[in-house]
């Protein structure tokens, strides 16, 4: 599809499960200005809607999850002036993206095939889970453009992969292909082009298969303790965590294992 006057971006929802594509095939799924005030909009409704609890996030076609930045767009966004950019995406269209949702408890999934570059990678990096496809290739490109990866990539893949390793890719701009990536953690699974899909929805369905309110209070959990002493991890106060304990589905869990039946989670307060 044409960008003309179609969406950048498409959302669905089935049942419990949000799917966001980026939807600009033609130019690899680059990621304009109207990208991302789109994205804003479905990021916006996973947060608001109490029934979504995982998302899928991909790129249309075959090439590319994302190649990042649209870069005809910055270059005529310079030409006119337009204050050039740096980390973080703070009074640009789109704010708070997903590399900046710090409070987004529900788990993203990133459907990964093709091109992940630049920014593309950088949203692969802010996903909770990333599924790849076995022709996937990433990279942070930015050095070599006279850019840095403002979108967080600088700082998340340092944390998510040693700090030489890290710095090798972000000042060559080498790229790294699925079976490097998942050698590196950074990806949870590599499969076939043909088996991705079936994969993605393997691990959606084993996610669905938690208790929600459990699943949130481990994200935010895990987040917020990475920069923590762990004798403070223990001690801290987490709100999804508090929640969680006093759920219904603490009781339910417990319960459905004893009576040996499949658990029915309905994240509400408990019944005292």
């Not at 208790?211 to 709100?239: C, H, I, M, N, W």
């Not at 759920?247 to 029915?264: I, M």
């Amino acid at each position: 599809m044409s960008d003309g006057d179609g969406p950048r971006v498409l959302y669905a929802k089935d049942g419990h499960v949000a799917r966001i594509t980026i939807n600009r095939p033609q130019v690899l799924n680059a990621m304009d200005l109207r990208t991302h005030a789109e994205l804003a909009e479905a990021w916006d409704d996973v947060q608001a809607d109490d029934a979504i609890r995982v998302v899928v996030l991909t790129g249309a076609g075959e090439r590319a999850f994302s190649v990042g930045q649209d870069l005809r767009e910055r270059a005529r966004l310079d030409a006119d002036g337009d204050p050039r950019t740096s980390f973080g995406s703070r009074g640009r269209p789109g704010f708070p993206r997903l590399t900046e949702r710090f409070g987004l408890v529900k788990p993203v999934i990133a459907r990964v095939d093709g091109y992940a570059l630049g920014g593309g990678f950088e949203l692969a990096l802010a996903c909770d889970l990333v599924i790849a496809s076995d022709r996937a290739v990433f990279a942070l490109p930015e050095a070599r453009l006279g850019l840095v990866p403002g979108a967080g990539g600088a700082f998340r893949l340092a944390r998510q992969i040693p700090l030489k390793t890290a710095m090798g890719y972000l000042l060559t701009g080498r790229s790294m292909p699925a079976d490097v990536a998942l050698r590196l953690g950074l990806v949870n699974e590599v499969v076939p082009p043909e088996q991705l899909d079936a994969c993605v929805e393997e691990w959606v369905r084993d996610v669905l298969r938690s208790a929600p309110l459990a699943v949130y209070a481990l994200k935010e959990a895990v987040q917020r303790s990475l920069d923590l002493p762990l004798a403070e991890s223990f001690g801290a106060r987490f709100t999804w965590e508090e929640r969680r304990r006093e759920s219904r589905d603490a009781v339910e869990g417990p319960r459905a294992f004893a009576e040996r039946r499949e658990p029915v989670w309905t994240g509400r307060p408990a019944e005292h």
